[in-house]
């Protein structure tokens, strides 16, 4: 299976905290709102339960790298009659927190529906007035959508009415980030079976570029043009795996910023073949004057051959 759902990546924490929860659950929920919670933004003790026949220590690790109080509030958006709309640009983990939602509530991500306002759902394989199928208790639904898709896939009033509007934004905290990268990098390394070392350094200036190009503004203050495509959290992650492939298979098995260079390219230049300019610019702008004070960004500098379309 290239990529599990939730429940059966997670399954193990999953399995801790059912065993551990002992609060109050509303109906038809696998676990209470507080241990929802924990599943998604992590626990620093350790759950002692048994796990396939033994007796364990899980630790509840950290899935959603963002805003605690947003998913309190999504959680109780769900305990509620209204569905959960989340919204926000492409790449800022909608799906993954939706996925991870539908896992601790229910135990299955994998329930996709169609349907009508009173919440019923009609299925016409099945004969008479079986083919209508009423919601229960604990019911509900999470929906995601991108904010760019707007002009092309505006929605209606009537169905706004029927949702809570939650926006997952970009990340703001570089640290946390960055942290997020090595550790998704890692994990999706380890899935390829491929061992690469990646420095910090490296990491650290590929999620300083995707900032960087993100926001239009450097740390020093530098104004640069921001490319037409999103620079999300999720494209970096994209770009470190590549260049990190690149490095198993065509260098040294070492994470350099060339490779990340060389990974770059094909991020930028999603949208608009214009980008290209508005990253060369930046390489002469900016990662040429940090090469001065540094041979990672030095080595990232003289990578620029990499980027021609």
């Known amino acids: 299976m290239v990529r599990p759902p939730a429940e059966v990546v997670y399954g193990e924490e999953l399995g801790a905290l059912i ?3 002992t609060n109050s659950k509303p109906p038809g929920w696998k676990m209470s709102p507080r241990f929802v919670r924990q599943f998604i933004v992590g626990g620093d003790s350790a759950i002692t339960h048994n796990w396939q026949g033994s007796k364990t220590k899980t630790t509840i690790s950290q899935k959603f790298f963002g805003d605690d109080a947003l998913v309190e509030r999504c ?19 909608k799906s993954m927190l939706s996925e991870l939602l539908s896992a601790a509530i229910s135990g299955n991500s994998l329930m996709t529906i169609q349907g009508t ?3 019923c759902i009609q299925v016409p394989e099945l004969p008479g007035q079986d083919s209508v199928r009423f919601a229960e208790k604990g019911f509900n639904i999470i929906a995601t959508a991108n904010l760019r898709d707007r002009g092309v896939h505006e929605m209606s009033s009537a169905l706004k009415r029927r949702f809570n509007f939650e926006t997952v934004a970009p990340l703001a905290d570089k640290a946390m980030e960055l942290r997020l990268v090595k550790e998704q990098t890692e994990a999706l390394l380890r899935e390829s079976f491929v061992k690469v070392e990646c420095p910090n350094d490296v990491l650290d200036l590929l999620v300083t570029t995707f900032n960087d190009l993100r926001h239009g503004r450097t740390e020093e203050g530098t104004v640069v043009e921001k490319p037409s495509t999103v620079m ?11 260049a ?27 949208d608009n073949p214009d980008d290209l300019k508005k990253l060369q610019h930046y390489f ?18 003289e990578a620029k051959k990499w980027l021609r379309g």
Do not use: M
């Open 284 to 301: 002469d702008v900016v990662v040429k004057a940090r090469g001065k004070e540094s041979k990672t960004w030095q080595q990232f500098y």
């Open 19 to 21: 065993s551990a929860d």
């Open 75 to 93: 959680i109780v958006t769900l305990l509620g009659n209204r569905g959960l709309l989340l919204v926000g640009e492409p790449g800022t983990a």
């Open 244 to 270: 990190a492939l690149d490095a198993a298979y065509f260098g040294n098995s070492k994470l350099e910023s060339g490779h990340v260079a060389r990974q770059l390219l094909g991020t930028v230049l999603k």
């Open 117 to 119: 306002a009173d919440k």
């Open 232 to 242: 999300s959290t999720a494209e970096a992650v994209a770009v470190s795996h590549s």
